[in-house]
């Protein structure tokens, strides 16, 4: 039978970023320029995607806390 995943994984072309990736540089982005508000709505678009994602978690939990919401950062970093 045709494996058409196969088929698909193994033809060679241009690697496009993936949505979620570029909301995921945005995000880190705003991080790194101290908009902690933006950086926490690009991660909570992220996790809508990728729940279990303890990296973006973790990261969602330091702009909180950087944000003063203390106790919802604890909540996060214990899901992380």
């Known amino acids: 039978p045709f494996d058409a995943k196969t088929f698909l994984s193994e033809l060679e072309g241009p690697k496009v970023t993936s949505v979620t990736d570029t909301i995921l540089d945005n995000a880190r982005a705003a991080e790194r320029q101290g908009e902690w508000g933006t ?12 729940p279990e994602n303890a990296e973006v978690i973790a990261s969602l939990a330091e702009c909180t806390r950087r944000m003063g919401d203390f106790d919802r950062a604890i909540s996060l970093y214990d899901l992380a």
């Open 39 to 50: 950086a926490s709505q690009l991660y909570q678009q992220v996790l809508e995607k990728q």
